[in-house]
């Protein structure tokens, strides 16, 4: 596996003969000034002038926010926007051919309204693009698993997608002979080479599964295979890691890297994801509300952002906890800056003239002259005085915060969880989802669980809440056993701990007011009045710092990040001591998530609260968390102090191999730790240690005692907790 | 509602077959609560004056008379005239195809002897100036026995209004907790209630109507509650999917760590807050089958029956006057259950429509 | 396999449980049959009449599992006897009107599915929703009236003799076009082919075969059968019952008819025989639909 970057203005060259331009700046898709609009009357603006250039053999990354219109400036370009035709204006070339048809008479657009109707996708041009489609453009999706039919099998994608590519002789055995070109191999071998090519080893075997068989970064891993069938010259891949785990991600950005030395293709990534942007990508877009905001070298621009816009996105990332402005109400794609509601420097700027222009005027592209690469701009009419700000905060969550938790066991415990066990069956087989947890959880303090999916968290935490039955083990809640409780004793137990979930739109009864959502917690409560409820509903939404008049509206009304507050309220309100927080902040955006986090830790410091805070993203639990545990299929593995919570710090293999998955801002050089690590998919073994098939100790030791038994929790120097037969104490 | 707020409730989706639901629904409730003060004659009460008398509205004759019809009519008019009845009553059982046979066999078949013998025995020699004064008191026409036709409507609204909600009772009172049932609890619960479900299913509900007809003494209160009964794995099952949908949305566990007690769940939570609005579109859906099966059961004879009066046996009644020329007896309950069931179907839809939009659906 | 034995499994107890039902609205009513039509010793024990009421349906459900189903008590004909004759046409009528409504929904359907916003789409929207509440009768009425009326020509008695195409076609069209139109049988397949298209054009496979520049109807077809076939066995039992409605409009002797003379003289051997053919018959669809499900869906087969 190859390490580093092909570095820029090299040509690639590839193994089977593909041979890009000269120089990479000569560019493969170049859309100039594009905009594309939503729905009917009231037209919405989904992309605002956007130009892009692509290289041939270069990585590109798009970042956005939700909402930004990336996918959907990525998907307009091949006419798979929904409601196509849609309507747009500008230009767009792959490789000399148009992809977008001349524009003919459609002009007339003004507030929304379109004034001559034009209809552009004309049948010809449908032609057209259809024959670019699969040949010199192909695209991978977020949801892998969805993106293949399963109602065929892999082989049979497989070989519709090599149906594409006309070098390839068709599956049809009675197809002419003069098809039968290119060597003397069938389809079904080169699409099994193909598969092998992407790091899926067991391909004869994979050729018969349906979709349904497969995991989901295998699944990705086909999908990637059918993009290479036709021997693409762009891959555009839309979120292709976003639904995976960070281990299976970290592989499969690899696997762009390799592909785009191997094959010379160009790789255009969208994503919400920094990390991932940073990790594969030579230069990045970042895009705002349909327009593209800043261009450049993604170190450059990561580490000297132009754009108040990436500054901020940046921030959020970097820092998470700091209080940030909260996005504008007022959802209008209006003329000027579409960024300078939230605008630093547009608020800050005493200049009524300057304030004028962001009012008035879309900022053009201002090219940067004073930098290395010639490409790079922002469209910001305060180019000049653009600090390059936050760039020494970008670097690194200051380390110079006093170590937490420094004397561990003379807290008092609060939760204390022992032996959980839990196992789950589907049909005929039977799995442990919970597997002998045992853990403990300080007054006052924060216990993050991290774990890929299916690693047992959320089970956990429905099991500690006595929401899900366990088959084994007990939770003690201040010294109470929580399972053996009933009726009054139960309902007085549940004011005191109280859970977030991961989505506040199951939790919130779009029926009833957010005052009725949040009154329903105090039902049970004796001697509280009408004015009293009223008084307790008020002081719950200040606390999470939403105004009280929200009381009176519906969910549906609110924002996501809003919606999550209310659940928090919900919890809130009955004055409890214990929070589960479930993945509370996994469904919402990057700034939002920031602002949700920095809540909790003010919530925390405030009112004494003691949190288990389950994520699987682990800069997040590094923030909150005084101890951390991580889980693997059932297992807790290990448990470790926040401050020894690092790649070098851990010492069990999953740990160190989810810490340096992880994509991360500032440490180019894990990828050396994760060629340790074989390319398997994670499995439930029984029996022994569950992680052994992926476990480089194991793989060059041997030792007959992983196969044989789960190694116990071993207490270790510092408080921190192992389980791993090859890590000795001391 | 103002004229702005109007414009926009129909903006919406479903808007129109709302208000066109709701209108009709309107006029159906009325037509039940307040009935015998819309008409002149009650729907008992015979006009011996104006047999078959046709409606009074002039053109609404000229588009719908056939030239054949036309022709009987004239000739009955002239005959009323001349103090003759020229309608004669062909008795007998199975030709439903009569009329072919001839002008002269045009007559009016009915069950009942008895509405016939009062047409034999009523007194000729009407003079035409006193036919032409009592037929503008009938503004749709006559029956065979003289009874005034929008007093028979409205009677018959009654008839199949009542009914109607006989059936919603059943299919909502026992389909509606059986669906929270089957879907909060899940498991074998769920198991039992889509077994009985399966079972209704498989049965042809009308067919199953009749082996209950036939076993029981017919009566359409009784009847009705059958079709409720075979309405209730619809209402079950589209609950229970509903509720299952919501709890692995996290709902049930969020409320159950909300420590609020089952019935409280059940009710507040997936009942009222979330299901209210399904329970009112199937009250109106089922409203529109039960007229259905109400009027269809009736004109099989085993619905309604005489001297009740109810649009399906309006029409059975009147079997083929249609070719004949009094068009208006069949033509009229014909609308009235179209109409009617349209109502009801346009409201429930409509109401269907904007809850799948308000539900991002 | 264990998906298969499960399926015929279920098929067979669920027929026993409707013989069940069946056998108990009839029984479990108070008054006495064999009184009722003043049966004769012999008839009433040919019935099991004479023995308890457990014994009468074990015995009957015995008989009906070798196509017995006693004899009418009103005049002694055999029940299989009558069904044998009366069910042939219905089944071509059932059969012919089902192929027809897909004939119509299926190309409608898909047309609405995929062009929903459009002016053909939103008119047949609005057919769909009128025409699914005219109740057969009255469909049956002004289709009567409109080929009387306007052609003077209909074939009021089935064809005698050797198969004749034109006699046949013209005895059967009409009650086979009312059925299938005012039953609602192809207003609901519209609605439901069409929500079915929507679903699967919006789906994130359609999407990725589109961006691979695939044809896209091999996926749609797939996709497609087993929800068709769904629709058509849900909608079975509609059919048959409207049945009755159309063969009294048409005078059509069939298997609806003689549920109807059978319920106007309450001979209830003959109305349990006919219920039980019926039921056999959409639970066998049921059967075949779920045993296709199995065959045709990857998923379904665990």
């Known amino acids: ?730 | 509602m103002s004229s702005r707020r109007l414009r926009i409730f129909l903006k919406q989706p479903g808007g129109y077959r709302i208000l066109a639901g709701a209108f009709i629904v309107t006029v159906l409730a009325l037509a039940t609560l307040t009935g015998r003060a819309w008409t002149e004659f009650g729907p008992e009460e015979m006009d011996l004056q104006a047999l078959l008398a046709p409606p009074s509205i002039g053109w609404l004759r000229a588009l719908l008379t056939t030239p054949e019809g036309l022709r009987i009519q004239q000739r009955n008019e002239a005959g009323r005239r001349e103090g003759n009845r020229t309608p004669r009553a062909t008795s007998g059982d199975d030709e439903n195809l009569d009329f072919l046979k001839g002008d002269d066999g045009a007559g009016v078949r009915g069950r009942s002897g008895e509405g016939m013998a009062a047409a034999e025995t009523s007194p000729p020699g009407n003079g035409d100036p006193a036919a032409d004064t009592k037929a503008r008191t009938h503004p749709l026409g006559t029956d065979k026995n003289g009874r005034d036709m929008t007093a028979l409507l409205i009677a018959g609204a009654r008839n199949c209004f009542l009914p109607g909600l006989v059936t919603c009772l059943v299919a909502l009172g026992f389909g509606v907790p059986l669906g929270l049932w089957a879907g909060y609890y899940g498991g074998r619960i769920r198991k039992i209630v889509g077994t009985f479900n399966s079972t209704i299913l498989s049965m042809p509900r009308l067919v199953l109507i009749l082996v209950v007809i036939c076993a029981l003494e017919p009566n359409v209160y009784y009847t009705m509650g059958v079709l409720g009964a075979t309405l209730i794995p619809r209402v079950s099952e589209l609950i229970a999917t509903r509720v299952r949908i919501l709890s692995n949305m996290g709902f049930i566990v969020a409320a159950k760590e909300a420590a609020l007690s089952d019935i409280k769940i059940l009710w507040r939570h997936l009942f009222w807050y979330q299901n209210r609005a399904v329970f009112f579109i199937q009250f109106s859906l089922i409203m529109a089958e039960s007229i259905l099966v109400e009027t269809t059961l009736s004109y099989l004879q085993f619905g309604t029956k005489p001297p009740e009066v109810s649009w399906g046996n309006i029409i059975e009644g009147s079997q083929m006057s249609f070719f004949s020329g009094f068009y208006w007896i069949t033509f009229f309950p014909a609308v009235a259950i179209i109409l009617a069931i349209l109502g009801f179907f346009y409201l429930g839809d409509g109401l269907n429509a904007r809850l799948a939009y308000r539900e991002g659906r | ?302």
Not at chain 1, 151 to 171: C, D, I, K, Q
Not at chain 1, 219 to 242: F, G, N
């Open chain 3, 1 to 302: 396999m264990r998906a298969i034995s499960k399926i015929v499994g279920f098929f067979a107890g669920s027929m026993v449980l409707v013989s069940l039902l069946i056998f108990s609205i009839v029984h479990l009513t108070p008054g006495d049959i064999a009184a009722m039509h003043n049966l004769s010793p012999a008839t009433a024990h040919a019935l099991y009449l004479d023995r308890s009421l457990p014994v009468q349906y074990l015995l009957w459900f015995k008989d009906c599992l070798r196509f017995d189903f006693g004899i009418s008590m009103v005049n002694g004909n055999k029940v299989s006897s009558l069904i044998a004759e009366y069910g042939p046409p219905t089944l071509l009528l059932t059969f012919g009107s089902l192929f027809f409504s897909l004939a119509i929904a299926i190309p409608l359907g898909v047309y609405r599915g995929l062009r929903p916003a459009s002016p053909l789409g939103k008119f047949i929207s609005l057919a769909v929703y009128t025409l699914s509440s005219i109740p057969v009768f009255v469909l049956g009425y002004i289709v009567l009236a409109v080929v009387f009326g306007v052609f003077k020509f209909y074939v009021t008695a089935p064809p005698d003799g050797p198969f004749k195409f034109w006699p046949t076609f013209g005895y059967y069209s009409l009650p086979i076009f009312v059925l299938a139109v005012g039953n609602g049988t192809i207003g609901e397949f519209i609605r439901f082919i069409s929500l079915e298209v929507q679903n699967i054009n919006g789906a994130m496979y359609i999407k990725a075969a589109r961006a691979r520049g695939s044809r896209l109807w091999r996926h749609f077809f797939k996709s497609m059968v087993l929800p068709i076939f769904n629709i058509v066995v849900t909608n079975m039992a509609v059919l048959l019952g409207g049945l009755v409605v159309v063969e009294r409009i048409f005078n059509f002797h069939g298997l609806g008819w003689l549920s109807w003379e059978a319920t106007l003289k309450r001979d209830f051997s003959v109305i349990m025989g006919i219920t039980l053919v019926m039921a056999f018959l959409i639970r066998a669809f049921m059967l075949v639909n779920d045993l296709l499900a199995v065959w045709l869906d990857p998923r379904m087969r665990e």
């Open chain 1, 1 to 730: 596996m190859k390490d580093d970057k092909v570095p820029e203005g090299q040509p690639n060259r590839s193994a089977d003969g593909v041979v890009a331009k000269d120089s990479p700046r000569d560019s493969l898709l170049s859309v100039r000034d594009l905009c594309i609009w939503f729905g009917g009357p009231p037209y919405l603006r989904a992309v605002n002038h956007a130009s892009l250039d692509i290289g041939h053999g270069e990585i590109v990354g798009l970042i956005g926010q939700s909402g930004s219109g990336k996918t959907t400036l990525a998907m307009g370009l091949l006419g798979l926007v929904k409601g196509f035709p849609g309507l747009w204006q500008g230009t767009a070339q792959l490789d000399g051919k148009a992809l977008l048809p001349p524009l003919g008479d459609f002009v007339g657009f003004k507030e929304g309204v379109v004034h001559k109707k034009y209809i552009p996708f004309q049948n010809a041009h449908r032609r057209q693009l259809k024959e670019l489609l699969g040949r010199d453009v192909a695209t991978i999706f977020q949801e892998p698993k969805a993106s293949l039919d399963p109602f065929y099998t892999v082989g049979e994608h497989m070989l519709e997608a090599l149906a594409r590519n006309r070098n390839v002789p068709s599956g049809d055995p009675h197809g002419s002979a003069a098809k039968r070109g290119v060597g003397s191999e069938t389809p079904k071998q080169i699409g099994v080479t193909l598969l092998k090519d992407v790091g899926l080893v067991d391909a004869e075997n994979l050729w018969g599964l349906y979709p349904h068989e497969i995991s989901g970064g295998m699944a990705q891993r086909v999908m990637i295979s059918m993009a290479l069938c036709a021997k693409p010259k762009l891959l555009i891949a839309d979120e292709p890691s976003t639904s995976l785990d960070v281990t299976t991600q970290a592989k499969l950005l690899d696997l762009f890297v390799r592909l785009r030395d191997k094959h010379g293709l160009s790789i255009l990534i969208i994503s919400h994801d920094i990390g991932v942007i940073r990790e594969i990508s030579s230069r990045v877009y970042v895009m705002h509300r349909g327009s593209v905001v800043e261009s450049g070298v993604t170190e450059e621009v990561l580490a000297r952002p132009k754009h108040p816009y990436t500054a901020s996105l940046l921030d959020s990332f970097s820092r998470f906890g700091e209080k940030l402005v909260p996005p504008p109400p007022n959802p209008e794609l209006g003329e000027g800056c579409a960024y300078r509601e939230m605008c630093r420097l547009y608020r800050d700027n005493p200049d009524a003239g300057q304030r004028g222009l962001c009012e008035t005027r879309k900022p053009e592209a201002q090219k940067l002259v004073n930098e290395s690469a010639k490409t790079d701009w922002a469209c910001c009419h305060f180019e000049n005085q653009s600090k390059s700000g936050n760039s020494s905060s970008v670097v690194a969550r200051s380390n110079s915060e006093p170590p937490k938790d420094q004397v561990g066991g003379e807290v008092e415990t609060l939760v204390e969880l022992r032996g959980l066990r839990r196992r789950f069956s589907q049909g005929s087989r039977s799995f442990l989802a919970l597997n002998d947890i045992s853990l403990s959880i300080p007054k006052g303090k924060t216990y993050g669980l991290v774990g890929e999916s299916g690693s047992g968290k959320s089970t956990l935490a429905l099991s500690l809440m006595a929401l899900q039955p366990i088959d084994a083990g007990s939770v003690l809640y201040g010294g109470k056993d929580v399972l053996s409780l009933h009726g009054k004793d139960m309902r007085v137990l549940r004011r005191d701990m109280r859970m977030l979930f991961q989505h506040p739109e199951g939790v919130l009864n779009s029926g009833m007011t957010i005052a009725d959502i949040l009154a329903e917690g105090l039902e049970r409560e004796r001697g509280i009045d009408a004015a009293e409820r009223k008084r307790r509903v008020a002081e719950a939404l200040e606390q999470v710092r939403l105004d009280p008049s929200h009381g009176a509206r519906y969910p549906s009304n609110l924002s996501s990040g809003e919606k999550q507050r209310v659940t928090i309220a919900r919890a809130l309100i009955t004055k409890p001591a214990f929070l589960v927080c479930d993945e509370p902040v996994a469904s919402l955006d990057l700034a939002i998530q920031s602002q949700i986090i920095s809540l909790l830790k003010d919530l925390q410091t405030g009112m004494g609260l003691s949190y288990l805070f389950i994520s699987h993203n682990l800069a997040l639990v590094k923030i909150l968390a005084d101890r951390i545990g991580v889980m693997y299929m059932g297992y807790l593995v290990e448990e470790a102090r926040v401050e020894h919570f690092s790649v070098d710090g851990v010492r069990h293999p999953y740990s160190r191999l989810l810490l340096a998955s992880a994509p991360s801002l500032h440490d180019l050089g894990l990828k050396k730790i994760l060629a340790d690590y074989p390319d398997v998919e994670p499995e439930r073994l029984e029996g022994g240690c569950p992680f052994r098939n992926r476990c480089p100790l194991y793989l060059s030791n041997r030792l007959a005692a992983c196969e044989k038994e789960m190694p116990a929790l071993r207490d270790f120097k510092g408080g921190e907790r192992v389980a791993c037969h090859q890590i000795q104490p001391g």
